[in-house]
């Protein structure tokens, strides 16, 4: 792979972000936080890493120390987007609304959420739709039939989208689904909501997917090839640890799931990185700059210096890893 092609995919990442559903409405902060605030939830997805583990239940909720929280943003002098996601689902999390109301003063906040939560309602009413980023309501279909939520679901994402919060549907492209697809199109079409599918990682039928996803099911989900086909790839640059970075439940704040080491807490305080790196892991599931591409773009901008010096170090990665993933047979 020449000089060119890697600049070319690095910028090809960096523009990616219109292609897919989950954009932001706006790109009016500096720093984006992925905060995994708990492992409780109310459902019991059969694609859920943690599938009928009693921890869904009785699992971490720990509540958020505002004051601690909004110190610490202060500190620094950035503007932060906060996305609350789970392990869990987040709107069960004590003080949640009151934590966004705070944050939102000066911050903004996005969800990933399940939207089954009594608390959305109170959410929508009283937050300032220009401080969401977005909400992605995931749609279980399955778990909501089974427990009757359907019509919840429906009223309280058109609620929010009523108050003016920019609001995406999304469901799991879960291989068993398939006959379903367009009962599940048209049930949420006729109430003005378009679902789109995401890809499922995990097994299936003794299948590993992404990677077992056939044409077909390609075609009717409608899943991005772009990401699928980048989902086994060397990812090189990223800005993980420079601008984007995870929390956890005690937040912990470390770069990416694939680097662990932390750089603080959003309670205690936090450094991020002076500079963009090199991913330093063969297989990315999660990269945060497929997610924020806007930070990305403004991470390459920022280290334009580095940026051309480090493409030797990026082919050379990619070369060692289409090696070994060509040594264990799995497919590019
Ligand atoms: S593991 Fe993923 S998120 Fe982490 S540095 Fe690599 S590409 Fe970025």
Known sequence: MGKHTVLKNILQDARSESKHWVADRHHNHD?????????????????CDSHGNPLKKR?????????ALIRNLEGSGKTYKIRFTGGGEPFLVPGIIEACIEITKKHYVGFNT??????????????????????NASLHIEELERLNLIERVIDNFLFCKERGISIVASVVAYPALLHNVEKYKSLFERKGIK???????????????????????????????????????????CNAGYNAAMVDHDGNIFPCEGRRKTIGNIYRGFKFNESLMACPVNHCTCPL??????????????????????????????SYVKAEFAKRRFRL
């Open 289 to 318: 700059k497929q997610f924020d591409p806007y930070l990305f773009k403004r991470a390459l901008r920022e280290n334009s210096s580095i940026v051309k010096k480090m493409v030797p170090m990026i082919k050379c990665a990619k």
């Open 195 to 237: 679902i789109n599918f995401s890809y499922f990682m995990g097994i299936y039928d003794n299948k590993e997917y992404p990677r077992s996803y056939t044409e077909e099911e390609i075609v009717r989900f409608d899943l991005n090839r772009d990401w699928l086909n980048k989902h086994y790839s060397y990812r090189g640059l």
């Open 114 to 135: 399940n939207l089954t939560c009594g608390n959305i309602r109170e959410f929508a009413r009283k937050i300032d739709p220009e401080r969401v980023v977005n909400v």
């Open 31 to 47: 720093i984006w936080l992925h905060w995994t605030v708990n492992e409780r939830c109310n459902l019991n997805c059969i694609y």
């Open 59 to 67: 699992g971490r909720n720990p509540e958020i120390d505002i004051p």
